[in-house]
């Protein structure tokens, strides 16, 4: 298995020499934090109430391939749990303050928030083509975020975590990122010119020395440590739960948590201290509550939070944000899954290599529900994943438009089902045990159907999408087997006991294609649609409680039965067509656009 990080036990990049005030001393003590935390921890789960959120992203740049994916997976959480009856919140937004926002908007000659509102709504744009299905799109320019931050400050002051100390070292601008001299590395820009950068991003760093507040993060070390071994699932994939528990092994130091206002005016004032911008992390992170509505309403979701993040923010997410919570008197989160990056033609994406792969122009050419898909097959969270469009077009072809779509066209068409209905199931052609005209295969195949539903809610649960959809492609492989095996365009509708046979192969692939449609919507929203249209289900037998596969052969009544099937015959996924490039003529392509 590949290393989920290039410097993944080095120390984490956080604040260093920094000097403390003599003037603040902590406020609380070592033991009413622990018992703060206790009291946090042990609250109950709300069975009932779900909240899922994707990090905010950057607005310095357009929408990629890799953003798309983080919104799809946190869509794909939030469908399912609604799925299984939960009351579910769903955010997602931009993170529009700071200096590289700063720095872009100049670029672009635009004052600050037009330039944020522009790029904003091409990140809104994009989820809202594909079907990404939040609730609340939240941006840090809002006045409601700005009140969520001033509070969340305020709290932290007077609990005396915050103090006014100095930050002299290396800042990464692009990832907005304090490094201890152990990230940083030699480089040379694009003139040859020698610079420092950091060895997790590659990003240059530079040297900066200013005063500023500090947030006592080292007082937090045990505290995290705690949490994290009394909760060893609490960081999905395990792999970067055992990262962070390393990170935490060394040296936590204090983190410098506001920037000169000179420096970096694009941002929240520190409370009280106008010559002071609060940390674009810190701002960023309370995101998550403010959409909770905190600080007024916020505990219902608060208790139930999840979130989604990239890899190269985890020490963001779970070392800083839990300490600041913890600071705040805040329950920590209930999950923080982790997922890799995607690389294009075997390279990480950047606009001067010339492959950054557009995610809306994608889900145009593949659809939208190809390109959901295709992420959430593909994309494995422990490692990093390359896109082609070859990759893309083989597995679209293979698994939606021959195996599903296949199936579900074979099974519907006139020759075989002249009624258009969901025919009648005949337990004598088919017994409970091996008999009738059944094979030990269809057994096989029936027994494999009715654990699915099990099987792909614990892989929707471990964020293991992959894992749940392989399952279900495979299934999916074993029914056409089964109608390839019975053949039932061979058998004679005039002849009695054929047409019941026949009827009941037709009744057996339409109930697996139920379970499958209706598995599946988390992933591809408009495929199953259109699937479990077809089968004539309705949209109030569609949640995770109708997951009860071919009960004729238990010997229950099946609502479906005789039941007309929907009018719209169309195709499920049409095949895309070979003008989208072959591996080596892509590679060419690249190879041509990074000499130029
Ligand atoms: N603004 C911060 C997050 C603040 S959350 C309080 C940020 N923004 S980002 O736009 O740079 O990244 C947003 C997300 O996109 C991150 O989870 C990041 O890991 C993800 N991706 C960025 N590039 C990626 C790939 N190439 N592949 C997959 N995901 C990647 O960080």
């Not at 009715?450 to 495979?474: C, F, G, T, W």
Request: net charge positive; hydrophobic share 35%; aromatic share 10%.
């Amino acid at each position: 298995m590949r290393l989920p990080f290039l410097v993944a036990t080095r120390s984490i990049g956080a604040v260093h020499r920094l000097r403390q005030s003599p003037l603040l001393p902590s406020r609380l003590s070592a033991q009413s934090r622990l018992q703060r935390f206790a009291a946090v921890s042990s609250q109950c789960k709300d069975e009932k109430s779900y909240y899922i959120t994707t990090p905010i992203f950057y607005v310095n740049a357009s929408p990629h391939l890799g953003h798309l994916y983080s919104a799809v997976i946190a869509d794909c959480f939030h469908r399912f749990k609604l799925l299984q009856g939960f009351n579910s919140k769903f955010a997602t937004g931009t993170d529009e303050h700071g200096l590289k926002i700063q720095q872009a908007a100049e670029a672009a000659g635009k004052d600050p928030l037009t330039f944020c509102t522009d790029v904003s709504q091409r990140f809104k744009h994009l989820f809202d083509s594909c079907d990404v299905s939040y609730t609340d799109y939240i941006r840090t320019t809002e006045q409601r975020h700005r009140r969520a931050v001033e509070h969340f400050w305020s709290v932290l002051w007077n609990n005396g975590l915050i103090y006014r100390g100095h930050y002299e070292g290396w800042y990464s601008t692009q990832d907005e990122s304090f490094l201890t001299p152990l990230q940083v590395g030699d480089a040379v820009d694009s003139l040859g010119t020698p610079i420092k950068v950091s060895l997790e991003s590659g990003h240059k760093v530079e040297w900066m020395k200013e005063e500023n507040y500090v947030f006592r993060l080292s007082a937090f070390r045990s505290q995290l440590l705690n949490w994290l071994r009394g909760n060893p699932r609490v960081i999905q994939p395990e792999c970067f739960y055992q990262v962070v528990l390393q990170w935490l092994q060394q040296d936590l130091p204090d983190l410098s948590v506001s920037r000169q206002r000179s420096r970096l005016q694009w941002g929240i004032s520190v409370p009280n201290d106008p010559e002071q911008t609060i940390y674009v992390w810190l701002d960023a992170l309370v995101n998550y509550l403010t959409v909770a509505g905190y600080p007024d309403t916020h505990d219902q979701w608060w208790k139930v939070v999840h979130h989604i993040v990239g890899k190269d923010i985890l020490k963001f997410h779970a070392i800083y944000w839990p300490a600041f919570l913890l600071g705040a008197g805040l329950p920590l989160p209930q999950t923080i899954y982790v997922h890799s990056h995607w690389t294009a033609e075997g390279k990480k994406m950047s606009k001067s290599v010339g492959n950054v792969v557009d995610p809306l122009q994608r889900s145009q050419m593949f659809t939208t529900d190809g390109m959901r898909y295709f992420l959430l097959r593909q994309g494995v969270p422990d490692s990093d994943c390359d896109y082609t469009d070859h990759k893309v077009t083989k597995l679209l072809n293979a698994e939606l438009c021959d195996s599903l779509g296949g199936l579900l066209n074979r099974c519907t068409a006139p020759g075989l089902n002249p009624a258009q209905v969901y025919p009648a199931f005949c337990p004598q052609s088919f017994p409970r045990e091996r008999g009738g005209r059944t094979v030990f295969e269809d057994h096989h195949m029936l027994d494999a159907v009715k654990n699915l539903p099990a099987v792909v809610e614990r892989h929707y649960e471990n964020m293991h999408l992959y894992k749940a959809l392989e399952a279900i492609a495979a299934c999916v492989r074993q029914t056409n087997a089964f109608v390839q095996r019975h053949a039932p365009w061979k058998l004679d509708r005039e002849d009695s006991k054929d047409k019941r046979w026949l009827d009941t192969i037709i009744h057996v692939s339409f109930e697996c294609l139920r379970i499958y449609g209706i598995l599946l919507q988390p992933v591809v929203p408009g495929i199953s649609n259109k699937l479990l249209s077809r089968l004539g289900v309705q949209p109030g037998e569609r949640n995770w409680a109708a997951l009860n596969f071919l009960p004729r052969h238990q010997g229950i009544d099946c609502p479906l039965e005789g039941r007309p099937l929907g009018s719209e015959s169309g195709v499920l996924f049409s095949r895309l067509e070979s003008q989208i490039q072959k591996p080596n003529k892509a590679k060419k392509g690249l190879q041509k656009l990074t000499k130029a």
